[in-house]
T-cell receptor, first 114, second 110 residues
């Protein structure tokens, strides 16, 4: 089954404790992206990647890191999480980064930073 | 500043009504406009529009893009309670970035 998986689905952590949210897709998509969704602000792009070893900042990259060492994986790293990073995070992937075509979204990771 | 604005922010109608959701945009180097439906979980893809004036249809849903006036509409005819959701508009633009509007929350009353 074609899908984007994220882990963990729920995470409660404390300020400053490094964490990684994994994202994996099995569709051989070139383009992958991370978003955060907050009430009243909608979905905002954090980072995206056109292909292996190619990553770029979205609209809200501060406090986040990503890597794309393999085509299928695109982990999101929070080196020192803060409460303002409490949010619902989505990973997405699609074919052909030039014209996103259909983005497939993962199930979401709800992160709470206390 | 690049932006996508959706209207209305919320809408309540009765089953069977027809609704029109709006999405306007101001971005550099527009590439495509996408519509998604979100029901308490991950967004699911509805349409991608790249050319003006060409209507995309899927059942009771249809969408069209006007690149001159920089907007798109999503129409839903004969609405059903299962259409209740947040509808998201997104634009892909320069450097392969994607920007989303804040969404329209649609509630269909039985």
């Amino acid at each position: 089954e074609a899908q984007v998986t994220q882990n963990p689905r729920y995470l409660i952590t404390v300020t400053g404790k490094k964490l990684t949210v994994t994202c994996s897709q099995n569709m051989n998509h070139e383009y992958m992206s991370w978003y955060r969704q907050d009430p009243g602000l909608g979905l905002r792009q954090i980072y995206y990647s056109m292909n292996v070893e190619v990553t770029d900042k979205g609209d809200v990259p501060e406090g986040y890191k990503v890597s794309r060492k393999e085509k299928r994986n695109f982990p999101l790293i929070l080196e020192s999480p803060s409460p303002n990073q409490t949010s619902l995070y989505f990973c997405a992937s699609s074919l052909f980064g030039r014209y996103s075509y259909e983005q497939y979204f993962g199930p979401g990771t709800r992160l709470t930073v206390t | 500043e690049d932006k996508v604005v959706q209207s209305p922010l919320s809408l309540v109608v009765h089953e069977g009504d027809t609704v029109t959701l709006n999405c306007s945009y101001e971005v550099t180097n527009f590439r495509s406009l996408l519509w998604y439906k979100q029901e308490k979980k991950a967004p699911t893809f509805l349409f991608m529009l790249t050319s003006s004036g060409i209507e995309k249809k899927s059942g009771r849903l249809s969408s069209i893009l006007d690149k001159k006036e920089l907007f798109s509409i999503l129409n839903i005819t004969a609405t059903q309670t299962g259409d209740s959701a947040v509808y998201l508009c997104a634009v892909e633009y320069r450097d392969d970035k994607i920007i989303f509007g804040k969404g329209t929350r649609l509630h269909i009353l039985p």
